[in-house]
């Protein structure tokens, strides 16, 4: 684990790229395959299960460290990261040393395959008193660094700021292959053995789990109006759909629905496999697709929300499949009969698409009685002023705005700039007080960054939102030093503040929402700017709010609800 | 039975003996702890401090009486005894002990158990109430050892010479900075350092701390030194166009606040070496039980959690609400670092402003 641990020693020590692709390199060129394997699995930011619960993990520790557990939580809510705080806490192996224990931190001497299969794996199915005996001696076996890496690793969220596209670009340095290679081989590589990652640096042109997506190419914000981008002849404009950007890879043996997380979810959507199955069967060959997925429901689409319904469901009931019927929107086409045509121009790919997939998707229309898989349709115009009056459209349409591709573009991979681009809708916006804030975590630890703002109404000040950014770094300090100077009551980590600060805050949308005091929710809210022109009292009401709602009928509502309490 | 200690407009005030400890407007009597800015402000009638603190508040309150206590000494202020022994914060930093109808009342101001070379060891004082600071008063505070932590900074150096790099460490530039010139090795290169450290390097040296050769850090200087030196540089410079100067450059910072991975990161230096000249939880435990103290009054830092734990273990505790600032990370810094930039070091001479960074200083240990 020692080797492990100055590699992540190394790339915490520094925010240069370089010096990071050269210390994930010079690890892998030295660590055994087993090693590399878990080392690449926990790098990439892959999903763990959770071995012990962090309810227990506090226990113990406090135990451990001889602390009440209240005290714990102030310490928690100072680090801002729990397998840090743990760390912190937990008394040196050294000052715990016996005659009859094991010597300590020998743990460091153990590869990470090593201590992953004795101590993590080895936990599994164990009752809570088995599980705290390993844990506690692991704790006595490791050094305070090694037991934050260990602690992340535990609770199944390992994430050291580094970048997917820096691994690949270590591998293939190493492996001596194209990062492009690199990056395809890498895709939806989950927890990978030593085989993978010996057959990961292979030479290039070995072959690759045919199963495995291409890496998505992602676009840029356009940035001012889209004349900089020049003729509009040169573009292919299509709606930017609001939903989950997905790869289907159709093959004559079984299909894969990949999403751009780079999860596997085909068991989420069974009616999407049976359609791709059919496509495979009716073209003959296999195909690998790039598109949308989208519920579309009664009244024509609906928004990202029940989306995540579909994706977090564990168990999918013929119920669920009925109220949120799922369809895939194809955008692009990666590979067919065994052909990579991402070298191709988007317009070659894009007539090749249509042959396969023609029948074009038309929300209006309730499509998922005789369709699943469609075409996502190319909106067509002659200017830039036509495509911005078409992208006027968008919130009404249930789109975030326009996708502009050039038409001649390959398709890359990771965020290149320059070849496609996503022309969203202004986002809405509305001037909320600062009520409640509470320290962030991990770079922002110690500082008041969390914030509930909220909206006026009936003489009071209702939450509406959580943002966490916008703000610049000197601004944060500063409104830190604000919000602990105006604390009126402190409940654990969160502090109730004196309204005094408002914020232009910006959302994609605004939707009815039970779950809510407020009764709505805002979609993806953040700080647009600090108003520091404006007093609390000129900040806006739940009905300037509810007046943003997508459709009138919420609208009305929502007005007639917040009437409702005005009375009560 | 009134207490001999409350908290006035002012700050810290004996009613009996009409005196101020570390005042934060100007007092008639200011009894002083330390020299830091929040601890010792200008325009005080009289001051009173230890012995080997006098030149380092000189330069900070300029020309104003100051009387000193030496080992064994106490004077009467209206018939409060008040006598003092070493805090081991900084140099001439010490406790405020004061005896009246038969109850002691100790003051530890900021205070450390760390060795220092560059100040006397912490002294425990035997008390019924203590006042003690409590800036890293969580149990996730916990101080490596020192000499260790030297070595480190020593070994950043000699690599980043080695690579043909300056390496520019970010300390507060009284007591912090010192201390890390006193552990330097000189072998590896030259050193510099800023001009607001440079004045208290002067008032440590004339104060008879033996520190390494240090010159002041100019364009001729940071020439001559170009990949080799170390320069030491008050918090507030970083961030600046004073720091891009040095061209390929490696920046560290030494405070207790490094011990925070986040802190560390959102500073974005390149290393964050955990120093601090505060003591760590187990030492606030262990001075606080030296003590003897049945009731323990928690200043600054995690005063709430520290007092609420003491109050678990038996003991009379609260918060003592006061305004220094070592409270927090993101702890106000202009005001220190107006007070200890010198003017030359803010003209074109050399190339910079560190008082435009002023505002975004953050984790830095205002003492």
Known sequence: ?568 | MHDLLTVSDSGLYCPAGDFHIDPWRPVPRAVITHAHSDHARSGCGRYLCWTTGKLVLRERIGNRPIDVLRRGESVSMNGVKVSMAPAGHILGSAQVRLEHGGITWVVTGDYKLQADPTCEPFEPLRCDVLVTESTFGLPIYRWGDPAAVAESINEWWRENRDQGRTSVLFAYSLGKAQRLASVLDPAIGPIYAHGAVMRLVKAYRDSGIRLPSIDQCTRETRKAGDGRAMVIAPPSAAGGRWLRTFGDARAAMASGWMAIRGVRRRRGFDRGFVLSDHADFPGLLTAIQASGARRVLVTHGSAAALARLLCERGLEASVLQTRFTGETVEAETSEDVEAETSDEERGEESGGDPGDAAGDAEPVEVA
Request: with cysteine; hydrophobic share 45%; glycine share 8%.
């Open chain 1, 1 to 568: 684990m020692r080797r492990f641990t100055e590699l992540c020693r190394r790339l915490d020590a520094t925010t240069r790229t370089n010096e990071k692709v050269a210390a994930v390199r010079h690890y892998f060129s030295e660590a055994p395959a087993e090693d590399a394997a878990v080392a690449l699995a926990l790098l990439s930011g892959d999903r763990q299960r959770r071995l012990v619960t962090t309810t227990e993990l506090r226990e113990w520790a406090a135990e451990a460290a001889g602390i009440p557990p209240w005290l714990l939580e102030e310490c928690y809510a100072t680090v801002g990261d729990l397998a840090e705080t743990l760390a912190l806490v937990l008394p040196d192996p050294a000052a715990e040393e016996d005659s009859d224990g094991p010597p300590a931190a020998t743990a460091g001497e153990d590869g990470l395959a090593s201590i992953v299969r004795d101590t993590l794996h080895a936990m599994k199915g164990l009752d809570a008193a088995e599980r705290k005996r390993i844990v506690v001696e692991t704790w006595r076996k490791l050094g305070r660094e090694e037991r934050f890496l260990w602690h992340k690793m535990l609770t199944g969220g390992f994430r050291m700021g580094v970048a997917r596209t820096l691994v690949a670009r270590a591998l293939s340095e190493l492996a001596g292959v194209d990062p492009a290679t690199m990056a395809h081989r890498l895709m939806g590589l989950s927890s990978p053995s030593a085989e993978d990652f010996t057959s990961l640096m292979a030479a290039e042109g070995a072959a690759t789990d045919r199963l495995r997506p291409y890496p998505f190419f992602l676009a840029s914000p356009v940035e001012g109006g889209p004349e900089s981008l020049g003729d509009v002849g040169e573009w292919q404009a299509e709606w930017k759909w609001d939903g989950m950007r997905a790869q289907l890879i159709a093959r004559e043996a079984s299909v894969a629905v990949w999403t751009r997380g780079e999860e596997l979810a085909t068991d989420a959507f069974p009616e999407i496999v049976e359609a791709a199955a059919a496509l495979r069967e009716r073209i003959g060959i296999d195909c690998a697709l790039d598109g949308e997925l989208l519920v579309v429901g009664e009244r024509g689409l609906l928004d990202f929300q029940a989306l995540s319904k579909r994706i977090g469901r564990k168990r999918l009931t013929k119920k669920l499949l009925a109220d949120l019927p799922v369809v895939f929107v194809a955008y692009d086409i990666l590979e067919l009969g065994g052909e990579d045509l991402r070298r191709l121009p988007l317009s070659e790919r894009r007539r090749r698409l249509e042959e396969i997939v023609p029948e074009r998707f038309d929300p209006r229309r309730r499509a998922a009685a005789d369709g699943r898989l469609f075409l996502s349709p190319v909106v067509d115009a002659a200017s830039w002023e036509q495509l911005a009056a078409v992208r006027a459209e968008s919130r009404s349409r249930g789109v975030e705005g326009l996708m502009l591709k050039r038409r001649q573009s390959h398709y890359g991979f990771g965020r290149t700039r320059g070849d496609w681009w996503k022309w969203k809708v202004e986002p809405l916006e509305i001037d909320a007080v600062l009520l409640y804030a509470q320290a962030g975590h991990g770079r922002r630890a110690t500082l008041h960054t969390d914030y509930t703002l909220g909206v006026w109404s009936d003489g009071r000040l209702v939450p509406v939102a959580k943002a966490y950014s916008g703000l610049s770094d000197a601004e944060l300090v500063e409104v830190d030093r604000i919000i602990r100077r105006t604390t009126l009551e402190k409940h654990g980590p969160v502090r109730v503040v004196e309204p005094t600060l408002v914020f232009e805050i910006a959302f994609e949308a605004v939707a009815r929402s039970t779950r809510h005091k407020a009764g709505l929710a805002v979609r993806f809210p953040r700080i647009k700017r600090w108003r520091r022109d404006k007093l609390p009292a000129d900040a806006g009401s739940l009905a300037d709010l509810a007046g943003l709602l997508r459709r009138p009928d919420d609208t009305a509502a929502v007005c007639s609800m917040v009437h409702q309490r005005a009375q009560t």
